[in-house]
């Protein structure tokens, strides 16, 4: 949780209340990260805020297990314990002020169980990173994260399969900017808006299907880049809406166009913030230890796969014959049909990219599962396969394909379940089946038109 004590979250969120309330700012977003890493929260008066200060803002403990259907899992976390209360405990440090919202700031919240004593819910997605940057900063190793996310901007249109149509039609090939591929100046708002969010915004580009776009953000310890991320998720997805659009971070929303992905590059620092990644003697530029955590993502990839590739979805943009995505657990010098690149850059730009991500993937357990399974190459001294040059693919142990065979990795992993939290496992791959369950029972589009006139 944060490090303010009770008293003094109290003494900060008051005096902050005091801050906003003199800026004209009368409403307070508290948002926190449910497990599909979709912003849940309230909204409060500002004046109201230091009274949330000791035990946060109380909310159905049930919503931390419910899937996007709306369908809670029956488990102690829900009806089977009489739908218990969990709180969100209000991380002062977080303050973000959306310009797109005037009258609103965001705070960003952890979740914690009251049944407890107030300890973190065992599957909070921010806890739970929280959890492995202290298990890394126990050995004097601090996390340095940097995400690259993909987005679809999509209009509406009565006329499309699914009502909403791309905003942009034409594929580009990617790397364009300007009006004429842009007609509402949507990438210059997004930039501008995050930018003035504190999301550490530095670019922006078409993707190269029409209408889809990526922002880079700058790297970052890790808990203030999930953060960063999931905010930007959150605020593309608002300012979208108020232009009557929608953003949609989904790894596929079109069969015939380019799928939506989230790199994530890692690297690790000393006290002095030296990255111990780079080995300027090396001849390759790599530290044993930057080799032993890619070693470490690598053995651990298959079961990581269901947390990094969290739908149905992720599977059909990884099945996709044009996708750079790997079928493998292999790593490259610079490659990026690899599941791990090692960019060119050395010295302190050194870092591992992991290529296998979802859009939709929530940050913060992205993050968390790739350190915990980067700790444990490092605390094993595992060392990695030989890298693959070119297109071979081939190399590495072979990659889950489904979801299904994805939640089999992460239970069958005992050593990243016990890391990660054995509730979570629980409770996470519970979910993740009960999605698959409701997806196996649907009649898709693709069987009515299939299947109805002839047969």
Not at 150 to 161: G, N, Q
Not at 171 to 197: K, N
Not at 235 to 257: L, Q
Not at 313 to 328: C, E, I, Q, W, Y
């Given at each position: ?23 004209g ?6 948002l ?39 369908n ?36 960003l ?112 310890p890790?808990?203030g ?84 590739n969290p739908?149905?979805?992720a ?111 629980e ?5 993740k ?23």
């Amino acid at each position: 949780m944060s490090d303010s004590t009770p008293p003094a979250r109290a003494e900060r969120l008051a005096a902050l209340a005091d801050d906003l309330s003199g800026r004209g700012i009368d409403l307070v977003r508290v948002l926190w990260s449910d497990l599909h890493g979709v912003a849940r929260g309230k909204e409060i008066a500002t004046a109201e805020l230091p009274h949330f200060a000791d035990h946060g803002v109380a909310f159905c403990q049930a919503l931390m297990v419910t899937d996007l259907g709306g369908n809670p899992l029956d488990v102690p976390e829900s009806a089977a314990s009489g739908w218990p209360d969990a709180d969100a405990l209000i991380d002062p440090d977080t303050l973000a002020l959306p310009g797109y919202a005037p009258g609103i700031a965001y705070l960003l919240a952890e979740v914690t169980d009251p049944a407890a004593g107030g300890a973190p819910l065992g599957f909070d997605p921010r806890s739970m990173l929280r959890g492995q940057i202290d298990r890394l900063a126990a050995r004097g190793l601090h996390p340095v994260v940097a995400p690259e996310l993909e987005f679809y901007l999509l209009r509406e249109d009565a006329t499309a399969t699914h009502g909403w149509r791309r905003y942009l039609d034409r594929d580009t090939a990617g790397y364009v900017v300007g009006t004429a591929y842009d007609p509402d100046d949507m990438l210059p708002l997004l930039i501008r808006e995050c930018r003035a969010l504190g999301l550490q915004v530095h670019a922006g580009f078409q993707e190269f299907s029409g209408g889809q776009y990526e922002i880079n953000q700058w790297h970052g310890p890790a808990l203030g880049a999930a953060d960063r991320a999931f905010l930007f998720k959150y605020a593309v997805k608002e300012i979208a809406a108020k232009r009557g659009m929608r953003a949609t971070f989904m790894g596929k929303p079109f069969a015939d166009r380019s799928g939506s992905g989230q790199h994530i590059h890692v690297s690790v620092t000393d006290e002095q913030g030296t990255n111990l990644f780079a080995d300027s003697n090396a001849d390759d530029g790599l530290a044993p230890l930057a080799k032993s955590f890619l070693a470490g993502v690598l053995e651990h990839a298959p079961a990581l796969m269901a947390v990094l590739n969290p739908t149905v979805n992720a599977f059909k943009r990884l099945a996709d014959p044009g996708s750079l995505a790997p079928v493998t657990a292999n790593w490259g010098y610079d490659n990026r049909l690899a599941f791990a690149r090692i960019p060119p850059e050395r010295g302190h730009g050194t870092r591992v990219e992991v290529r296998i991500g979802d859009g939709a993937a929530n940050p913060y357990l992205a993050i968390a599962a790739l350190l915990a399974a980067g700790l444990d190459g490092m605390e094993r001294d595992l060392t990695p396969p030989p890298p693959i040059a070119g297109a071979r693919g081939d190399d590495g142990a072979p990659l889950p394909t489904s979801l299904g065979a994805a939640l089999t990795a992460l239970e069958t992993d005992k050593l990243l379940a016990q890391a990660l939290g054995d509730r979570f496992a629980e409770v996470f791959t519970a979910l993740k089946r009960q999605e698959l369950a409701r997806f196996d029972r649907a009649v898709t589009d693709w069987e009515f038109h299939e299947y109805s006139w002839m047969l």
